[in-house]
């Protein structure tokens, strides 16, 4: 074959190629639509394998990344689209960067049997292996049931677009946008591919390349508002971190918490906020996991409490246990209410806080306020109701105040309980001037593979 014919054949498998949705997607993430192809060429049965992998830059930031392409066989997997993926891994490992996983495909290429199984193993040991190491985002933009499905929900943050379907059944069921963020498999869910592709830039601009790096720093714009002392937990985020920053990931899933991603003098931070008095099963699990994410890559975790109680044992251990794990900097703001385990499992020793401060509303008790009236004030308490014309009104004004007396940010910082007592409005300089000092905040571990309290 002639240099002319061997140059047009190249072209033409190289316009065959570049023709596909696969590779649109990925022109849209990386930066100015420019990237490296990785095992271009790679056959898998009459055609080309059926992802296009790449690396290239995003944000500035030196990403990997793969998309399914379903224009391909359906983008089904096979044994050669997970050589490719594994090298996609394997690189990102060697270099500590990102991974970006687009899914759009119908399944698997069955006619491979159990190359396939192997195939499926192989991809999700890889994807596992470097959990913790560099983050990893996958964005759903198709189909993307079974083993896909169960590779696809390993990754650190799941984006699905609205019309994408992702479920562990082979048939589809329960595969909706909705239902899957209403579960919490999805993080994110956008109105369109564009606009997860979009969110997904702006979550990898948040995160550090790796476990060893830091993430890059932004120019910000200060808040528009400061917190008042009617701000509640959830909302004192938006009134703290840099304005515009926040990215809430899980928003339809444990809503008793807020999990959010967002700058702080243009620095990230994860932000837990309470955002009802009862903390549930789903809303421990989230919160628990997302201070682990943080944790692993060093990310600073500030924590706005306002609640009263765990309403599972189970997950309330999970997320004392992941607060308690975290080495990376803690920061907790007591804006109302914590009691009993709730304060010391977000708060507390065992939450193993950095600092703990205290708005001058909170209210920090071992007990809840009612049952430590009932059993602090005894006889007492049951004598000033005996005679009442209003037991309910009278109850509620011995309660308060036992509250105002017992349990007051006062008293909570005298007994080491709170480092300091803060105004709301003072809120963000404190937070920018401690997460100034932890910068450098180092802690030693035991050597063990992990605890047993997160599963």
Known sequence: MSIESKTEALATARAEISATKAYERLSKLFDDGAFTEIDTFVKSADSYAEVVAAYGYVNGAGVYAFAQNSDIAGGAMSKAQAAKIKKVYDLALKTGAPVVAL????????????????????????????????????????????????????????????????????????????????????????????????????????????????????????????????????????????????????????????????????????????????????SCSKAARFIRFCDAFGIPVITFVDAQKFECIKSAAKLTSAYAEATTAKITVITGDAYGAVYIATAGTGAAADITFAWPTASVSALNPEAA???????????????????????????????????????????????????????????????????????????????????
């Open 103 to 282: 899914y759009d495909s119908v399944g698997g290429r069955l006619t491979e049997g159990s190359e396939l199984l192997a195939a499926y193993g192989d991809v999700l040991k890889y994807s596992n292996n470097l959990s913790g190491v560099v983050p990893q985002i996958s964005v759903v933009l198709g189909k993307c049931f079974g083993t896909q499905a169960l590779i696809a929900a390993c990754a650190d943050v799941v984006v699905m677009s609205e019309k994408a379907e992702f479920s562990l059944e082979t048939s589809g069921a329960n595969a909706s946008a909705t239902e899957n963020a209403k579960h919490g498999t999805a993080h994110i869910v956008t109105k369109s591919e564009d606009e997860a592709i979009s969110k997904t830039k702006d979550i990898i601009a948040l995160l550090p390349s790796n476990n060893l790096e830091v993430a890059a720093g932004f120019e910000f714009d200060e808040p528009v508002s400061a917190p008042t002392t009617d701000t509640k937990a959830a909302e004192a985020i938006n009134a703290v971190v840099d304005s515009g920053s926040a990215v809430e990931l899980q928003a339809e899933y444990g809503k008793a918490v807020k999990t959010v991603l967002a700058t702080v003098t243009g620095d990230t931070v994860g932000v837990v906020a309470t955002a009802d008095s009862v903390l549930d099963s789903k």
């Open 373 to 455: 009236a009932v059993i602090m004030l005894g006889d007492d308490f049951g004598g000033k109701l005996k005679k009442s014309k209003d037991p309910k009104a009278d109850k509620a004004a011995v309660i308060a105040e036992y509250k105002d007396k017992n349990c007051s940010a006062l008293d909570a910082a005298a007994n080491g309980y709170v480092e300091d007592i803060i105004n709301p409005e003072e809120t963000r300089a404190k937070i920018i001037a401690s997460l100034e000092l932890l910068s450098g905040k180092r802690v030693s571990t035991l050597p063990k593979k992990h605890n047993n309290l997160y599963i």
